[in-house]
Structure formats: structure tokens, C-alpha cells
């Protein structure tokens, strides 16, 4: 307990110290990237690791949160009223979704989001008037929070991070809930949780908010880091790699989407600057990651770790099991 | 007034009438042993009476309210409770938090995602008395893919008496038991106090007929014979259909 403790203030104090020790600004963009989908693969882990169901549509919701925080802008309203617009306009459209896809699990479930963030993806593309098509929207600046201007990387960096960190720590508590214990229960066992007195669909609708809310604090970030929103920020190919940084990690852990999204991110960012083909890269790994340890990165790791554990104190303990009797 | 009715309940899948005008009527405090051969309806029957199936026709009424519309999560909170003839637990958590989950499932708290489920004292020693009832109370922190199947048994078994049932529907609690497993689960369900009603199905004839009272014969989904202990085995019918001579 106290070692987990331990790993945490340190993974902390270097977060909180990265732009000191981190040399240049286009690293702490890096960090501040891996951050914020983080977020964001947290939001879907709700529902692909806590909730059994598979999203392959959470680019859309995303993109709907970007598209309105830089359409409000561009009708000249203030950051916080469009911050505010955006997160309602994000969590309604997770209504929306939740309402049409909920009405099935499974399959069912990943074909029904795919199609919803086909559908958004097409409107972003086609709707010029709003979106400006292939163009984009671009945020001509960044919102000043108590004086304070994210323009610089640093400041930006350190914004995010307080999300984040607010972000964690409000998934940490959802997940020791019993909110958090019905989702999973949900997940593992359905006709047992009816039958035991749960409304398993209002309980899968909740996580869905939840995960909406998760989705579109990320997007807003997303939005002001790049300062430019366009219909590549929809495709399909977002939602899958947000749902892989989710499995790469590890479905159902805290941890796991963080460490995934620092892995996609990665790749993404700084090895595709070295090598030509970093599609192929990303690709080996998730291969791998498959094959190695199917759960994911972080229990795959925390497994591995406690086998090696078992088999050092098998070899020092002086009878044949004494790593057992232990308690 | 009874316990649990049933009125002329129905249903079909497609052409075949797994359940036909089925009538019950058990009284508070019975223990009811339903019986048929394979295929006769009775898981079918259970799960049109706790709501997982929707009936074609009839009604199904719970100590005197018709809750035949009633969906089946509001079915728990009326006081009902079942097990599952295939074990049906939470496989990746602790046996405590199964029972937790059971408890949980009646209260308020259920709907709260701020507070932290493992420091709310009630609902664990409460999981852990539901436990120590079902002699499991030792190993209540144990993952339960480290249990034995006669030990998730009686985990299903914690899991309905801590809901404090009004009616208890147990499907074959005694199937794939050994025989010590099975006179420990037997010596449960006598513990079991009068004011819990409990409707069993079981094959296993020497347990069962012990326990029932009264036993209904069910065959291609209709009630055959009804009556207690002695005029349902003495009853030519259930030798035929069921008992074999």
C-alpha cells in the first residue's frame, strides 16, 4: 500500500515539475497531448472497460464538443460561455447517443455508435455553413483562467494537468461507488442484476453521461491546444484509436488509459519525427500487446511483475512452498 | 391471501407452449417443491413469475398484488427473491462483494456514485452475517474463482436471504452438489425461518421431498398433479411421467 503510495507522489511530483526538467516546449505539447486523451480514454473506458460496452463512435461526441466550442467563438461569444455551451452541447449529444445505441448491448451496441459518429463525421464534412467543411474552424485564441494566459505551452501544460488531476480523482471516487460496483455488476452479470433489483438501463445510461462529460472536458482541451477543428478530428480512425489506447492500457483500470494514451501519443508524436512508418510501429505493438498480455499493458505489467515476485521469494525462501504459507 | 398466485399463465415460443394454463397457489410460510421431467417448463415457469419473461396470458400476483406488468427489478423490492439453477455470481469480484452487491441492490445508496462502497460498515457487516449464515463467513474475502462450486451455491443462497425475501424461488439449489455439500445446503434451507415463503424446484428426490410440503407435477407445461407429499408420489400420473416404475 505504502509503495503504491509511493509510485504516485513520484509520478506526481514529475508531472508537476515536467516543464523544468523536459527540454523544449515540443515535449511539454507531447505531455500535454498524452494528457488530455487521457481524459478522454478515460471518459470511454466507462463504458468499454467498466460497462461492457464497446464505443466506436466517441470521435463524433468529441468532435460535436470541438465544433461548438469554436463555433461559439466564432460568433464572438467569451471562452467561458462557449465552455460551458460546449460541455452542455457534448453531454446532450451522449443523450442522444446513449438513447439509440443502449437499446442494445454487444455488437449491436459497437455498430449503432460506429454508425451515430459516421453520421457526425458526414455532417461536419458536408454542413459547410457550421463546420466549414474540410476547412476547419480555427480558435483565434486561447481563454485567460483568473489572468493567468495558456498562450505559452507551459501554461497550457499546467491547465491541463489540473484537469486532469480533478479528472482522475473524480473517476477514482465513481469507480469505489456504488454506482461504480452496479456498472460492473452490469457488465458481468445483466439478467442477475435485474433480477437482484437494479434498472440496469438507467445505470448504463449514467455511465454514459458520465462518459460523455469525460469526452467533451477532453475535447475542449483538444480544441484550444490545437486552436483548429476539422472533420479528420470525427473519423472513424479517432474513435478506434482512442477505444486502442483504452485496450492497449488495460480496459477496466485507472491507469490503463492513461499509460495507453501516453503510448499512442508517443508513437503518434515524437517516433513518427524518426521514422516514416510509424503506422506500422504502432501496429506491432498492439500486436504484441495482444499476444504478450491480452488484459492490457498495466495488469499485464502488475501480473508479470508479481509472477517474477513469486518466483524470486520461492527461491530464496528455504522450504519447498514457503512463498505460499506466507500470509 | 397467498403468497404467490398464479392465474392461467401462458407462454409460447412460437408453436410450442411451454406453458399452459399453469394455476398455482402457495400459501405464506410453504415450502413448495416443484417437479417434471426435462423440458416440462419449470425453469420457464420461474422466470415468468420473477418478470424475466413476459407472459402470453395470465397473471402472476405477489401476497396479494398483481404484478404481472410489474417490470422485474421492482419485483426485488417487493420482496422477491431467486437463485439461478446455473450458477450466475460475479465471477471477477470477492464473494462478500456478491453479497454486497445483493444488498446493495435494494437501497437508495445504489444510485450514489460519490461515496466509497468497501467504508460503508452497514452494508459490510451485513454481507458478512448473510455469510456467517451460510457457514462462508471465513472466507468471505475470497475471490470467488477460487471457490468451490458447492460453496457458490450457497453464495446464490446468501445472496436471496439477505435480500430478505417475502418469496423465494430456489432453481435446483442442490444440482452438481456432492452429497456433503448437499446435506450442508439442506441444513440451510431448514434454518430458513417460516416467514420466508419458498417455491423449489429439485431432482434430487430424497432431499426435496423432505423439504416440500406441497409438490406440484409439471408435464409439457401443465400442471399434472398438485397435492402434498404422499398423494403426488402415491399418484399413478407421477409415476408415469416422472418417477418411472
Known sequence: ?327 | MSALTVTNLCKSFGGLHVTTNVNLNVEPGERRLIIGPNGAGKTTLFNLITGELTPDSGSVELLGQDITNIPSRRRAHLGMARTYQIITLFGRDTIIHNVTLALLGLSPARWNPLIDLKRQGHFVEHAQAALERVGLGHIASRPLAQTSYGERRRVEIAMALTQNPKVLLLDEPFAGLSIDERRDVHQLLLAIPRDVTIVMIEHNMDVALEFAERITLLHFGEVIVEGNRAEVVADPRTREVYLGH
Open chain 1, 1 to 327: 500500500m505504502s509503495q503504491r503510495v509511493f509510485v504516485f507522489l513520484v509520478a506526481f511530483v514529475a508531472l508537476v515539475t515536467l516543464p523544468y526538467w523536459m527540454t523544449g516546449v515540443y515535449y511539454v505539447n507531447v505531455a500535454s497531448q498524452i494528457l488530455f486523451y487521457a481524459i478522454f480514454a478515460l471518459g470511454l473506458n466507462v463504458l468499454a472497460g467498466y460497462g461492457g460496452l464497446v464505443s466506436l463512435g466517441h470521435a463524433g461526441l468529441f468532435g460535436v464538443t470541438a465544433y461548438a466550442t469554436g463555433y461559439m467563438l466564432q460568433l464572438g461569444y467569451g471562452h467561458s460561455i462557449s465552455i460551458i455551451a460546449a460541455l452542455i452541447i457534448g453531454v446532450v449529444a451522449m443523450a442522444i447517443y446513449a438513447v439509440l445505441s443502449l437499446r442494445s448491448t454487444g455488437i449491436g451496441f459497437i455498430m449503432i455508435t460506429l454508425a451515430l459518429g459516421e453520421i457526425l463525421w458526414g455532417l461536419a464534412y458536408r454542413w459547410i455553413s457550421l463546420t466549414g467543411g474540410d476547412n476547419g474552424l480555427s480558435l483565434k485564441t486561447r481563454p485567460e483562467p483568473f489572468g493567468f494566459s495558456l498562450a505559452e505551452a507551459n501554461t497550457f501544460y499546467y491547465a491541463t494537468l489540473v484537469v486532469f488531476l480533478l479528472s482522475l480523482a473524480a473517476m477514482t471516487i465513481f469507480v469505489r461507488s456504488p454506482l461504480g460496483a452496479a456498472l460492473m455488476g452490469t457488465r458481468d452479470q445483466p439478467r442477475r442484476m435485474t433480477a437482484l433489483g437494479y434498472h440496469v438501463w438507467a445505470i448504463r445510461f449514467y455511465a454514459c453521461m458520465f462518459s460523455g462529460l469525460f469526452t467533451a472536458v477532453s475535447a475542449i482541451l483538444f480544441v484550444y491546444y490545437t486552436q483548429f477543428i476539422s472533420p479528420q478530428t470525427l473519423a472513424l480512425t479517432s474513435s478506434a484509436e482512442v477505444l486502442l489506447m483504452v485496450i492497449s492500457g488495460g480496459a477496466g483500470t485507472l491507469l490503463g488509459p492513461i499509460v495507453g494514451s501516453a503510448l499512442v501519443v508517443v508513437v503518434k508524436t515524437v517516433v513518427s519525427g524518426f521514422l516514416e512508418r510509424w503506422n506500422f510501429l504502432l501496429g506491432a505493438i498492439f500486436v504484441a500487446i495482444v499476444i504478450l498480455m491480452p488484459e492490457g499493458l498495466v495488469p499485464g505489467s502488475a501480473r508479470l511483475w508479481r509472477m517474477a515476485w513469486r518466483k524470486r521469494a520461492r527461491r530464496t525462501s528455504p522450504v519447498p512452498g514457503g512463498a505460499e504459507a506466507k500470509p
